[in-house]
């Protein structure tokens, strides 16, 4: 039958035939991808991989630490404390899904009284008399305070617009653009600038951003008001009401994020991602990329159509090559801030912090200003994982206080943060992005089929951006391999999603 055919018509249908697989190349499914860090970024990646490609996909997850990364717990005494990121925003509905999809609880938070003090004096502290507490503030910052709630919330409002846009499945193609759909160019231009200067333009005094806004920039990312605007919105955000964790650690979320997505996790370190060709069985070549790691059982070596790089690039403590990349991964600066978080088992000194009668101080958390002299960013009363309430009642009696600062703490400086310690543990941490502003974000598509999940951190470093991340590099990933390239940076999705429904 065949030789029937005239040659030409037969020439025809083999170029047809061997261009076909260009074009339709891709629309195979995709069989392995690997996915570099098991923390928030790199489980939810896995999670929402799997949601997307389905269940025949290969997905490897590579840890050289611990699952979880940054949210890890510590033993103190006996007991687990969260020792990096630790809260979460009521309105962070990734979490929250997570948290109910895998069973999870969330114990009761009880928060207790704070203050902020600047070296010299407390120039706010909170009383257990709500009314008077808004009375003082009033009476210190005048309406400051409210018009915060009222800017931050319009900010939340139009973050929130993420997820609708992530439920219908639209991808962005970098951080920048992300922000761009949600916010126009004003959460742009707050890239641009500090958070210091966008309050100032937005009207709030300089006491105000001082003596406020800027320890919540020390105690949330260990830096002042000179963060970019955004991620000081999201701090801001952060030190709000109805903050909660997770029962048990933070960290239940990524083990069972990846134990729900069927995903492989191997114990090693990923040392370089390489390029090649490969021939495949039916003919033609394919590209695909090559992950060297050294695990427990020695060097290997995988091929992966599809990389996940869930973990930040940074020159501190970089151990991923890359090889054979045309082009090259471009050069982007990435230096990341050193955070120390000190566990003490004791009683607070209360006349370090200027209290002539100790008995009268019933603070259990300490926010600080701006000032050289101290050696401190916050300290305040932790509960551990499992149980949140007891301990934050009576904060004069020994308790387990945490303490953020820039270096170690010495032994005489802890002497002089307390009049009597049991014990001391402590967490050394590069924690999140040393931020400055103006700045380009790093790419999110680092080359063809590698995504680079963290490049969202240089707008804002937390667990929910994290999963905003890993859900966006999902979808990208499936659009782009599936040639879908009106699902991704779609201009204004706000109006387009608003008249569809
Ligand atoms: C002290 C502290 C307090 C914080 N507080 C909060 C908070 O209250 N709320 C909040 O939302 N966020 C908070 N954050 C930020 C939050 O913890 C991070 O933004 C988030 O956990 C980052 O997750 P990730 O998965 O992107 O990165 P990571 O958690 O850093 O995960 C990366 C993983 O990759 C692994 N890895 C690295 N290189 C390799 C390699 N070559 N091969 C194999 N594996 C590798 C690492 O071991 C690590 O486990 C805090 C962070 C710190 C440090
Ligand atoms: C942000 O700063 C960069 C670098 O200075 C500049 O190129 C860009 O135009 C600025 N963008 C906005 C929106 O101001
Ligand atoms: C691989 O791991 C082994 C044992 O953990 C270590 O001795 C060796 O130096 C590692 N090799 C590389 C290239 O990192
Ligand atoms: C407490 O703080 C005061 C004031 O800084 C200091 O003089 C004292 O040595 C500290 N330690 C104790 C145990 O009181």
Known sequence: MRSRLPAPLLLLLASLWQGAPRASELRYPPGKIAIIGAGIGGTSAAYFLRQKFGKDIQIDVFERGTVGGRLATINVEGREYEAGGAVIHPLNLHMKHFVKELGLSVPENQGGLMGIYNGDEFVFEESSWYIITVLKLLWHYGLNPLRMNMWVEGILDKFMRVYRYQSHDYAFSSTEGLLHALGGDDFIQMLNQTIGETMQKAGFSQKFINEVVTPAMRINYGQSANINGFVGAVSLAGVGSGLWSVKGGNKLICTGLLYASKAQLISGTVLSVEEKMRSKRTGGTIKLYEVSYNSTSGPATTMYDIVFIATPLNHQDSSITFWNLNPSIPEFSNHYHQIVATFV?????????????????????????????????????????????????????????????????????????????????????????????????????????????????????????????????????????????????????????????
């Open 345 to 501: 088992h004791g009683r607070i000194n209360a006349s370090f912090f200027g209290y002539k009668d100790p008995s009268h101080f019933y603070l259990s958390g300490i926010f600080t200003t701006e000032n050289p002299k101290l050696f401190i960013n916050s300290i305040g009363v932790v509960s551990p994982v499992q149980n949140k309430q007891e301990e934050l009642k009576q904060p004069m009696r020994s308790a387990i206080w945490k303490v953020f600062s820039k270096e170690p703490l010495t032994k005489d400086q802890i002497s002089l943060l307390f009049s009597s310690y049991d014990s001391v543990k402590e967490k050394k941490w590069l924690a999140y992005p040393h931020y400055s502003v103006p700045k380009k974000c790093p790419p999110l598509i680092l080359h063809d089929r590698i995504y680079y999940l963290n490049s969202i951190e240089w707008a804002a470093s937390a667990m929910e951006m994290s999963a905003i991340a890993a859900k966006n590099a999902a979808l990208l990933s499936y659009h782009r391999w599936y040639g879908n390239m009106d699902m991704i940076d779609q201009e204004d999705l706000n109006e387009k999603l608003k008249t569809e429904l």
